[in-house]
């Protein structure tokens, strides 16, 4: 990749975040409707609700969680934070792969030697694997 290269990015999809905050709503309505009287399930279901709408949020103000230029790669960090992984920190970007319940889950890992960052399919819009080849074609050789 050149220096006038463009920044590539990777997001979660659109569609993900509005998921996330039907399912949120549905949760009160579950909590309401099978409540019979009793607050504890009101009260689960809205603070099972609130986190959902709360990770939904997240995906809302911080939508791109990987990106990467000629100068290294920057990464979501904390809340909605942005990270700059210069090349010469990133030591491996790898896939791993794993079966669970018959299904086989695939997580990017770029590892910075004093961090390590995790990012599923959801977080970026892509397989993992496509991901990871475009991030092994653009850093630089050196």
Known sequence: M????????WRVPPTLPAAKLAGAVLLVALGLLFADGDPVRV??????AAALA????????????LAVDPAGLTVIHGFAGRRLLPWSAVEA????RRPRLGLTSETLEIDAGNSLHLFGRY??????EEVAAALRAARPVS
């Open 93 to 96: 970007i790898a896939v791993d």
């Open 54 to 65: 709360g990770w939904a949020v997240r995906d809302l103000v911080a939508p791109v969680r």
């Open 43 to 48: 009260t689960v279901a809205a603070l099972a």
């Open 123 to 128: 977080d970026l819009g892509a397989t993992p």
């Open 2 to 9: 050149d220096e006038t290269s463009p920044v590539r990015q």
